[in-house]
Structure formats: C-alpha cells, structure tokens
C-alpha cells in the first residue's frame, strides 16, 4: 500500500455504544414536544375558556378583573381546599400566590399568578414538579366562582 493510499483510509472506529444519557435526553424532548398540544376546556359560570399545557393552565379574565382581585379569590380557594398558602406577592399588574397540600412534601406546590394589561387580565394554575391538570382546573374553577366568573 502506498503512503497516498494509507493516508485516504479511514480510521478504525470502535463499536462503542453511544451515552444511554443522551438517548435518554432526546427521547424525553421529543416526548415532551409531543405532548405540547394544548388542552382547551371551558370553566366557570360564564364559560372562560382554559388551556393546559406543560404543567400550566391558562385564561384570560376581563378587563375589570384586577390581580388584587384574583389573589383574594386564590388565597381564599386554597384554604377552601385545606391547603396551607405559603407566599402571597402583588404589585398593581401582578400577582403570585403560592401554596402546598397536606402532606405531600415539599416540592409539590400549586402556584397562581396574574398579570393585567389595558386588554384585561390572565392567570396561570400551574403545579409543580410534575403538573396536574385537574387540580389546576379545580383550583382556577375555585378562583373564577369567586370571582364571579
């Protein structure tokens, strides 16, 4: 063999299995993005429309809705359902209370936030770590009947 030809040959590779972490890694993300897909349902007397995805649901509330207004009905809501309300912040366009269940450690929370705008107001139900969409549902219906909604 020449050294031209030696020179052009590849490498010998070993067949080494690749990092299970990383297979692991691109098949959650591509678990997850599938699962991206929001699910839209109506809550509340006046049928507000709420969309879940990845841990959170959202809705918009109307404009006369303010985040002081939507603390109020959180706090109320989850000491309705027995939980204990661990933070509570606001500021005039926003708001995030936080609170956990009963026994059920301490990385499990619930957690409400609010924003307004001049074009009304949002709010998030999201659970940590993991989500729950049907407690967020039970949780946001808890807000907006209190709300009037």
Same mark, same amino acid.
């Given at each position: 063999m020449t050294k031209q030809a030696a020179h052009h040959q590849r490498p010998y590779r070993s067949r080494q299995p690749r990092r299970p972490a990383v297979r692991c890694a691109i098949i959650a993300l591509l678990v997850a993005a599938g699962c991206n897909s929001a699910d839209v349902q109506t809550q509340g007397s006046r049928q507000t429309e709420a969309s879940y995805s990845v841990r959170s649901l959202t809705a918009s509330l109307p404009e006369w809705v303010t985040p002081q207004a939507v603390a109020a009905a959180a706090e109320q809501t989850f000491r309705d359902r027995g939980y204990t309300v661990s933070s509570a912040v606001a500021t005039t366009d926003s708001v995030r209370v936080v609170a956990r269940e009963p026994n059920t450690g301490p990385l499990k929370k619930h957690i409400v936030?609010?924003?307004?705008?001049?074009?009304g107001s949002s709010i998030s139900?999201?659970?940590?770590?993991?989500? %729950?969409? +049907?407690? /967020? #549902?039970?949780?946001? %219906?808890? +807000?907006? /009947? #209190?709300l009037g909604l």
């Open positions: 936030q609010a924003t307004w705008n001049r074009a139900v999201t659970t940590t770590p993991l989500g %729950d969409q +049907v407690r /967020s #549902r039970a949780i946001l %219906d808890g +807000v907006l /009947s #209190r």
